[in-house]
């Protein structure tokens, strides 16, 4: 189909509008009211055209194309009314250009620019009162120079989902807000900042620090989230070595994130410049850590290490890698215990959150990770998300999976403990115990075999085990289901027949999975689903287990395992070890290593004499706090290298300052396995410097002859003998990341793994039983106490703890106790309250909520005043060594306590 703009014969596809098919033959026509991720309006009506036959102008955003149309976009008649709307708007508040910090970015002064107008005809309409709400550490909006374009509340509507705020009075008394009139602080707003993102005029702006005006000076540099695992990217506005505001473009934005943000990305980023910045470092000396030259705390560390060496072995020493440095940094962590030091007891959090992901998902189908992309959500017709609270631990992610309810009908299965956010969007909650995930699990299976839900063409084709594999859930009925999860038999049911009959099915999965006893044989059990529906190896589908850090997966893909080399080659390999012997010029070990809670029992015993840490808190990260402690306790050497003193490094003999994410070079690996870089932008404190630049000290300290110019020296490095990355480079992850595998470098990546087979050969169904939980609660401790994490918070607050917006958000430690359960005690709102297990107690402040079912309590463990993992125990999964995370018994208790937050803001 064709038709005219300007002269031009253009062509077009049926539903495009009239400013698509210009804008798609490079037709330039303004707008302001318009988004391209968003429903067009046409409320600005700055789009407007001449259509021939039209008697009035047309706005062509919103008017579809017609085949034999004549459109004129640039006529007189168009550009007088678009200066007389762009003087209405103009009139329409106080716009003061001139002294106004978003005036670099704001379209309308963009088109009035463009238009030759310096002021409006038409009277300024200026409110009577004050129409600002800066009551929050995060968003200003002043609704005096808004021009109710509508386009922040699309954002929240369509882009985020949240519906928190909308337009509210009429004519002139319109005003844009949160339903109730209340402030942005008072409401159910996210702080998102979307709608920061697409104003056109500055009527919402990040409050940011007094430095920051748009000045010649104003340096932007874009580079990859320092939080979780989506791997987010981002510009840094940064002056005077200081970053005063983070933002992404309007449109047009790289994946995987496409212009979002969460709260923590956009405005979590002032931990960088706090001032407990470690800048030098320190030694303890008499029981104290005092100050000392960094160039000589390497040395003592190297010293230390090589004499622990020379006395007990190499394998009297472990370390511990970090999923928050980079690929580089982790890839030269691992190279120094092995090659330098000569053991492989190297491990890092992975253990924590996926390790029996990488276990399961390796001997089922091949590979670890994640089968399928972000974007992929878009292509599901039904998604099954289990162990996830997506919107508050993945925040893009939970709005990408709100989005394709909203906008396309898919079916959304949520199976969670906890009443999380996405329930409200969900087709179908299911609600099971704790602990008792494999039940209901096959008890899906059951169903789709009942059913005849299965794709018997791919379970020939491309899988092996599947006749035992069904004798094995063959006694997972409904009601036995029923009576073991408390999911009513119904439900399950219908919940196995949307997944089973569904096209393009997803699965998506969290550490409410993985954090059990049972976790390997739970992803076991997940995989199932997958290979009997053949729901694996298309888009849309898959088996996507999510991961928590920023760059967990890349720390895996490093070698940052005790039993694998980089590239996930097995240690006791002759072939591999031969081959990275030859690149690194030494002999390796060939025994496995130790995983981390190995370390730290071998730590009690006295086998364990050192350990190196870097960029991990393991006093609140692991569990049983205080076994931790005293594990600690007993090395003859322990070494920190981080950016703060985090509660962790306070016991240590030797502190290294380490640079922070916004200060160093490399890549980083997100959950989608894209490859991204990361960029420096500031110049470290004092004398802290990156990781890389750390160990390569180190290493040169005890004889190693490593030459590195930089990160993108050891990038080339790994690459060669990481077959994952080996087509990967600097120069084509510039602007847009990569997903591996990427085998040459002219290879594109690979968005969807497993399309034409497995490399394992068949995939492997696998007979999992279900079983009881290490700790079940009983009549001394009557209630499960599952941990988590929260939205306004990461990991063990080490950066999110320092960060003013963030921690405004969330100061205090709680726990989350159902109504039911909060009356029988006699317990308030607010109130403190001791939470008793058999290894510690906390006081947490009493938080009632539905959220919990009866018998059940929750408690992120971000929080060192009342650290969740006092509490917890040490019991593990004996496959992958993860502990039982979700679930242990505690009881409840008044207290008197009145304890303060311990977070250290500005």
Known sequence: MHLTINGRRCSFQPGMTMYEVARDHGIFIPVLCRHEDMRPSGSCRICSVEVQGCAQLVASCTQPAEPGMVIHTDTDAVRSFRRTVIELLLAQGNHRCSECASARSCVLRRLADMYGIERTGFKVIVPAEPLTDDGNEMIVRDQSICVLCGLCVQACNELQVSSSIGCMGRGPASRIGPPAGDDLAQSDCVFCGECVRVCPVGALREKRHPLAVDTDDDRTVSTTCAYCGVGCQM??????????????????????????????????????????????????????????????????????????????????????????????????????????????????????????????????????????????????????????????????????????????????????????????????????????????????????????????????????????????????????????????????????????????????????????????????????????????????????????????????????????????????????????????DCRLPDRPGLTTPQILEKTLDGSIKALFIM??????????????????????????????????????????????????????????????????????PGRARSDLELLCSLAAAMGAQWHYTGAEDVFNELRDLVPQYQGITYQRIESTGLQWPCPSVDHPGTPVLHIDGFPCGRALFSEVASGALSEPPDGEYPFILTTGRILYHYHTATMSGRSRALVSRAPDAFVEINPADAEKLGLTDGQRVRVISRRGEIKPIVCITSRCDTGVVFIPFHYCEAAANVLTGAACDPVAGIAEFKACAVKLEKSQCRSLNCFSVF
């Not at 409904?478 to 038999?489: E, F, H, K, M, Y």
Request: glycine share 8%.
């Open 235 to 584: 510009d840094l506005h940064v002056q005077q070595n200081r970053i005063i505001r983070v933002t992404t473009p309007r449109m047009g934005a790289p994946a995987p994130n496409n212009g979002s943000l969460c709260i923590k990305g956009r405005f979590g980023y002032d931990f960088s410049a706090h001032p407990d910045r470690l800048t030098h470092a320190l030694v303890r000396r008499g029981g104290r850590l005092v100050v000392s030259d960094p160039d000589e705390a390497v040395r003592a560390v190297a010293q230390r290490l090589a004499a622990i060496e020379q006395t007990h072995g190499p394998d009297a020493i472990a370390g511990l890698a970090s999923a928050r440095c980079t690929n580089e940094e982790n890839y030269l962590f691992q190279k120094f215990f092995r090659s330098v030091l000569g053991t492989n007891n190297v491990d890092h959090c992975a253990r924590l959150c996926h390790s029996p992901s990488v276990a399961a998902l390796a001997d089922v189908l091949g590979s670890g990770a994640m089968t399928n992309s972000i974007a992929d959500i878009a292509q599901s017709d039904c998604i099954l998300v289990t162990g996830s609270n997506t919107t508050e631990n993945h925040p893009v992610i939970g709005a990408a999976l709100k989005r394709a309810v909203t906008a396309r009908g898919a079916l959304l299965i949520v199976v969670d403990p906890r009443r999380v956010a996405l329930v409200r969007h969900a087709s179908i909650w299911l609600r099971p115990r704790p602990g008792t995930d494999i039940a209901w699990i096959n008890g899906l299976a059951h169903i789709l075999l009942r059913d005849n839900l299965i794709d018997e063409s791919f379970i020939s084709d491309r899988t092996a085990h599947f006749d035992q594999f069904k004798e094995s859930v063959a006694a997972y009925t409904p009601q036995r289901v029923q009576a073991l999860t408390g999911i009513p038999a119904d439900d399950l049911t219908a919940a196995a027949r949307m997944y089973g009959r569904a096209r393009s099915a997803s699965l998506l999965y969290g550490m409410g999975i993985t954090q059990h006893v049972c976790g390997t044989d739970t992803v076991r059990a997940l995989a199932n689903l997958v290979l009997m529906t053949g729901n694996i190896g298309r888009p849309g589908t898959g088996i996507n287990p999510l991961r928590g850090q920023n760059n967990v997966q890349g720390a895996c893909d490093m070698g940052c395992l005790p039993n694998v080399l980089p590239g996930y080659r097995p240690v006791s390999d002759p072939v591999a070890r031969t081959l990275f012997e030859r690149a690194w």
């Open 615 to 684: 960029g991990e808190n393991p006093m609140l990260s692991e569990p049983d706090s205080a076994n931790v402690s005293t594990a600690l306790g007993r090395l003859e050497l322990l070494v920190c290298q981080d950016i703060f003193l985090n509660e962790t490094a306070r016991l240590a003999d030797i502190v290294l300052p380490a640079a922070a994410w916004a200060e160093k070079d490399g890549t980083s690996t997100n959950t989608e396995r894209r490859v991204q870089r990361v960029r420096r932008t500031l110049i470290p």
